[in-house]
Nanobody
Framework: VQLVESGGTLVQAGGSLRLSCTVS????????IAWFRQAPGKEREGVSC????????YYSDSVKGRYTISTDNARKTVYLQMKNLNPEDSAVYYC?????????????????????????????????WGQGTQVTVSS
């Protein structure tokens, strides 16, 4: 399984950016694909996720209303459209994927840390990762 992110760059505060994640080696319409980010000195956090079987999107509270996740099944690509960016959004953004088979808890719960640990999937359960793409938002 291979995930390749692209689209990260330097952008001014208030601007927009679209990240792409192209997936190979995994059944694209039977997967959960998530975007995570990690800023220097901070833990990696899930920001958005999509169940490609039914295209259900999930967002963390920090990006809800500003980020939109979508898929292009023909290109096996997941997009993360980001708007109204602020310097706190600066981070390395990673996409990750898991097959939907065999989960008792929806894997996209990884982006909802307020859920009790027993009701969400941890980052450590996400098996396949891309190399990351840097997003820097200048003030």
């Amino acid at each position: 399984v291979q995930l390749v992110e692209s689209g990260g760059t330097l952008v001014q505060a208030g601007g927009s950016l679209r990240l792409s994640c192209t997936v190979s080696g995994l059944t694209f319409n039977d997967a959960a694909i998530a975007w995570f980010r990690q800023a220097p000195g901070k833990e990696r956090e899930g920001v958005s996720c999509i169940n490609t079987e039914n295209n259900s999107p999930y967002y963390s509270d920090s990006v809800k209303g500003r980020y939109t996740i979508s898929t292009d099944n023909a290109r096996k690509t997941v997009y993360l459209q980001m708007k109204n960016l602020n310097p706190e959004d600066s981070a390395v953004y990673y996409c990750a994927a898991v097959s939907l088979f065999g989960w008792a808890i929806a894997p996209c719960t990884v982006v909802t840390p307020r859920l009790p640990a027993s009701q969400r999937v941890g980052i450590e359960k996400w098996r396949y990762w891309g190399q990351g793409t840097q997003v820097t938002v200048s003030s």
